[in-house]
């Protein structure tokens, strides 16, 4: 799932006030369901190279809000949004080019973006990254590394690393197996609200018994 609009400006002390206020113009917009506006305000910002904005108005053509829907325009400026630096951005890029909605398929472009938004502190990049190592998709297949993404985005609250950690504990996957360890996973998980972790956990407590 990509991660939507940024309701709040993440702004630059030092930012030129003129598309600056024309974020916060955007936001303003986007929150009152102004979408024309709102992507008209974006789109001035952007051009004035503000990542935050150019970031907004991609995911508002990747949704068709307030513009046409064009996967490749939100390609485009996810990508400028992304060389701005902007996490999100890379991590929505790394999305498509998974998906190859808007944009050839490339796995390994999709890796690449998806790690880099990791080694910036990104939680969904880190669990996007460990489900590639943990598939062998776009990178060679590593379970410890896996293991180590999922452990790192689950003690961060992440409810799908808690899940898979467990699958891994469970299947003796990049670490010794342990269905202690996997049941304890699964019931996190599931008191986060995921489905397939209550189910897991529920049949995985009956085998136990």
Known sequence: ????????????????????????????????SDYGSAAAFFQTACEANNAEACY????????GLGVYKDDAKAV????????GDFSDACYNLG?????GEGV???TIKAFT????TCENGHTRGCYNTALMYYKGNGVQQNYARAFELFQKTCNEGYEKSCYNLGVMYRNGQGAPKDLNKALLLYQKACEQGL????DKYGKLKSEMQ
């Open 76 to 83: 485009a400026l996810f990508t400028k949004a992304c060389e």
């Open 104 to 106: 050839a398929k490339d």
């Open 95 to 99: 999305m498509m080019y998974e998906s």
């Open 195 to 198: 489905s397939i972790a209550c």
């Open 1 to 32: 799932m990509k991660k939507i609009l940024h309701l709040l400006a993440f702004l630059v002390l030092c930012a030129p006030l003129s598309y600056a206020d024309d974020l916060m113009d955007g936001i303003a917009a986007y929150e009152k």
């Open 56 to 63: 907004n108005l991609a995911n508002m053509y990747d949704a």
């Open 113 to 116: 973006l998806f790690y880099k």
